[in-house]
């Protein structure tokens, strides 16, 4: 009788690849629509003020375009609004703010100072050979924006004031902006 043995490190690299890919493909995805939690980077957050009247917010991720944060945050003022038994809102204040940071360094599959490379070409500089490219210096920065919508509203029964620019019907609100909001 023979002992017939598989080698199984295809199959488990197969495996550790595919949780790997899933895991970069998360961190590349934008903040999605729900309440903020600790360890999540954004979401929604609500703060009564009055009986009618909250402060809303929604923080995205560096993914998050600045017009999807903005849309979430509507939509959790209609949502908020209906939920406490409320017919429209209105923005009295609201506002966007924009944080950015740059991100830089050198490439380390193209630096010739990166411990893991070393190129065997040489190049002529100042009178000598150099086997490193002066060119190869360069630094590459990345800009990172992350959005941050903010809005006190005021809810309000009945038909929504006519005339009021900042005045939103929070079932049409719902039914126009929910489809476009990342879940």
């Not at 017919?87 to 940071?101: G, I, K, L, N, P």
């Not at 599959?109 to 050979?129: A, E």
């Not at 590459?140 to 005339?163: C, H, L, W, Y």
């Amino acid at each position: 009788m023979t002992l017939r043995t598989t080698n199984r490190r295809p199959a488990l690299f197969a495996v550790a690849a595919s949780a790997l890919a899933l895991t970069v493909a998360a961190c590349a995805t934008p903040t999605p629509y729900g309440p903020m939690q600790p360890g999540r980077a954004g979401g929604y957050a609500e703060q009564r003020l009055e009986a009618n009247r909250f402060r809303v917010a929604f923080a995205g991720n560096s993914v998050t375009s600045r017009e999807q944060v903005e849309m979430s945050l509507l939509l959790r003022a209609a949502e908020l609004t209906v939920q406490e038994g409320f017919d429209w809102f209105a923005t009295v204040e609201r506002a966007t703010d924009r944080d950015t940071r740059y991100v830089g360094g050198r490439d380390p599959f193209y630096d010739p100072y990166y411990r893991g490379w070393n190129p065997y070409w040489r190049f002529y500089r100042g009178g000598s050979w150099s086997r490193f490219d002066p060119y190869w210096n360069d630094i590459n920065v990345r800009q990172i924006d992350r959005f941050e919508a903010t809005s006190e509203i005021i809810m309000g029964r009945g038909p929504k004031p006519a005339g009021d620019p900042n005045a939103f019907d929070a079932r049409d609100v719902i039914a126009n902006i929910a489809p476009r909001v990342t879940r």
